[in-house]
């Protein structure tokens, strides 16, 4: 989550007022990031609803995470454009608006169109709730009301798939975003009613509209090559050739661009700097690998596990209860820890729990896919702030919004990014074991014979049986794909921990400072 300036000082809030304003806020960032997750266990429904695969189901989250992240790094000039206040309640209610639009979308391409719009109006939402946060407190308890900030953006990854399963199992799909419409009309309301009158002070500024326009095209560009490139048989293919050629184009030209502008949407003079470059790279990849893991094991589950929507978020669910837990912890050690040591932890945790989860066969019980995911939410609660605390470290006051923009942005998309990766990869591996798998089978002999004649002799056709023996072998292939991705996911979260070791230790801070820090997440 990115870190915007706070407005300038104003008397804090009291009693009830503060209390609603809290809620408000708090409801806000809620919607946000549990919109995030929410539909991770819904994609299957959602894809047969539609009549699209589960791999083209997924875009459905890209998309949502790509447009975020594009429009993060605008929410300085946007701020500073129309106020806090005013931008804020918009995005809230453009939020809502699009929310409802996806419940009504009648097919994927509609759907994932109105997802990149959510994603869009949703960028300012998260930074500016911290903002108006933080001139509600004292500043004396600062650390309060980014410990509460913090708090609702734990819970909601972790109601997100529980929530998202149980709607889509007892009530239909669209009800997923349908649900964001009273919270969100509800948190506008309370914001406006409260925070009008405390507007922050407006300006023009020009914007970088030739880097924005870099900016999307290069970021679309690669991630249409990815969610499509293994329906098109990837570079055999014409369009993904194109695609990938505008995308490092683009990408280069926005890269010339951004470091020559007088006012760059993105600062790219921060990667100078050696804390930052480290940091945000390692996060960005340990995030690509821990979200591009967390939609893989749903899809697992219902695919080729006989999970229900419902069941799916409940084995996601514990991840929760340590990351609760021990995020006060973090953010409280981080100031007195080195933040390193912190992150090499976290990412040895990660790493155990994708070994653990690569161990997994057809036979695994709920009790054992439990045991990982509960231990996850340890490395969750040591990951994000000790990893923003280093990225940030020795950045002046006035750096840290365009900086925590930057790095959120990078975060995003790289999470995006990670998503259409990890399908790929475990649709890859799957063809291939189904391959090693069926290459030893000789019809009419052996294992395979007896098998067959079992089937026919139990009722089914002999069209039926092969069908059944078909799904058997394509379930062990699946499982065996997703251990492969799992163990090469624990391996990279390995190596990451030398970009870690790259950083420099920050100086130690006070008590403000590690306030500061828990929050930057």
Known sequence: MSVTAPPPAQVPLQGSTLLLGTLALSLATFMNVLDSSIANVSIPAIAGDL?????????????????????????????QRFGAVRLFTWSVLLFVLTSWLCGFASSLEMLVLFRVLQGLVAGPMIPLSQTLLLSSYPRAKAGTALALWGVTTLVAPVVGPLLGGWITDNVSWPWIFYINVPIGLLAAVITWGIYRHRETPR??????????????????????????????????SGEIVLMAVVAVVAFAVFIVWELTDAHPVVDLRLFARRNFAFGALALSVAYALFFGNVVLLPLWLQQWMGYTATSAGMALAPVGVFAILLTPLSGRKVAVWDPRRMATAAFMVFALVLWMRSQFTVETDMRHILIPTLIQGGAMAFFFIPLTTLTLAGLTPDRIPAAAGLSNFVRITAGAMGTSIATTLWDNRAAMHHAHLTEGLVQGQGVFASTLDALMASGLSNTQALAQINRLIDQQAYTRAANDVFLGSAGMFLVL?????????????????????????
């Open 51 to 79: 009549g699209v695969s589960p791999s083209q189901g997924t875009w459905v989250i890209t998309s949502f995470g790509v447009a975020n992240a594009i429009s993060v790094p605008l929410t300085g000039w946007l701020t």
């Open 203 to 236: 300006r023009k500024l020009p914007i970088d509209t030739v880097g924005l326009s870099l900016l999307v095209l290069w970021v679309g560009a690669l991630q249409l090559m990815l969610d499509k490139g293994k329906e098109l048989d990837w570079f055999a």
């Open 497 to 521: 921990i030398s970009l870690v070791w790259l950083t420099q230790r920050p100086p130690r801070m006070g008590a403000a400072g590690a306030a500061d820090a828990s929050g930057a997440h």
